[in-house]
């Protein structure tokens, strides 16, 4: 068994896993998290899978591959579900997420098609789940307030609307103003690329909800993602970090971010935010969603601000300023920022020392 693992190609959603504990394979109705081991039958839209350590490893039909089986909702590729039973399935995601797909992108391939094999299971038969793989669980949480850990909110329009590029060019910016920064991905599905280029971009801490157990937050409520943030929160302050970025995934209408802003609690856990779009009525109606909900929007970025016609209509639109990625690098950009996240008295006070 442990010789079939090692030759197996292992995913990026496995890097809390400890594989040393798997002893059989076995059959049964797959639960969200739980880890198997499938075959590639036939190579399609994706066609590498990230392993552990970032790289995407080429796909061959053949292969065997160890995934975890987790919902996916993705406007721009697939919508899946976890599969009632192993067998023919789907790759939906790179970083190594097996579903049962429901509906596609029209612009993208269908879905790698693959076979979960089997349940990977303890010695005593029960499968491997990645809630056992949880380090933030081991956290005492404990309420943090705003003041003593100011959180910004990374909210997009839509998929790939530029809202990691937004949240890494604000790490970085406020990292090199001296600030420590952990940076957060709330909501979404479990994927490498945004973890790493979190890390790139300087923050002094990056966790996501697979640190916290899940390989995918769709079908979440409010509740269960505002005690993830809290637990990020607890992270946070125990790492000395400063200020806390807040990325969620997909859009401002994709349902677990509407019930977000909707939440009360979850508005009280977030100082201000950041909206990217990829264009000028995207990033109205974002930033009037977000503002709408009671949180402050210190201004817009993302795809936007590659079109200086798109930023001109959504700065008059808006009356917000359009930051681009070099702005975060300018003083008076951090000075607004960190204002309004520390408070302005406090933060000229804290600066002029």
């Not at 693992?5 to 890097?15: L, P």
């Not at 009280?268 to 109606?285: F, K, N, Y």
């Not at 008076?332 to 933060?347: E, M, S």
Request: charged share 20%.
């Amino acid at each position: 068994m442990q010789k079939r693992i090692v030759q197996a190609k292992r995913s990026y959603i496995t890097r809390n896993v400890d594989l040393s504990v798997a002893a059989t394979l076995e059959q049964g109705k797959p639960r969200s998290g739980d880890l198997i081991l499938a075959r590639v039958d036939r190579v399609r839209h994706h066609t590498r899978l990230e392993n552990t350590f970032g790289r995407r490893e080429h796909l061959y039909p053949g292969d065997e591959i160890i995934v975890a089986v987790a919902d996916r909702y993705a406007t721009g590729q697939f919508h899946a579900q976890v599969p009632d039973q192993l067998g023919a399935c789907h790759l939906v995601a790179a970083g190594g997420i097996a579903a049962e797909v429901i509906q596609r992108n029209a612009g993208v391939k269908g879905a790698t098609e693959i076979t979960a094999i089997g349940l990977l299971c303890d010695s005593t038969g029960n499968p491997l789940n990645l809630s056992q793989f949880a380090p933030l669980d081991k956290l005492e949480v404990t309420p943090v307030t705003l003041q003593q850990l100011p959180t910004l909110l990374v909210m997009g329009s839509d998929m790939n609307s530029g809202k990691t590029t937004l949240a890494c060019a604000a790490a970085n910016g406020l990292r090199q103003a001296g600030y420590r920064i952990s940076v957060t991905k709330l909501t979404g599905t479990g994927a490498g690329p945004d973890y790493w280029r979190m890390l790139d971009a300087g923050a002094d801490r990056v966790v996501d909800f697979l640190d916290a157990g899940y390989p995918s937050t769709v079908g979440m409520k409010p509740a269960q993602l505002i005690s993830i943030l809290q637990q990020f929160k607890t992270d946070a302050l125990q790492q000395g970090a400063d200020i806390l970025i807040v990325e969620v995934a997909d859009g401002v209408l994709q349902p677990e971010n509407r019930a977000l802003l909707e939440s009360t609690r979850f508005i009280s856990e977030i100082s201000a935010a950041l909206v990217a779009a990829d264009g000028a009525i995207a990033a109205t109606m974002t930033a009037q969603t977000v503002l709408h909900a009671g949180i402050r929007v210190l201004g817009i970025g993302g795809l936007i601000s590659r079109s200086p016609l798109s930023c001109d209509e959504a700065r008059v639109s808006l009356g917000l300023p359009i930051l681009e990625l070099k702005d975060f690098h300018q003083n008076n950009t951090r000075d607004y920022i960190l204002g309004c996240l520390f408070g302005a008295d406090k933060y000229v006070a804290t600066h002029s020392c």
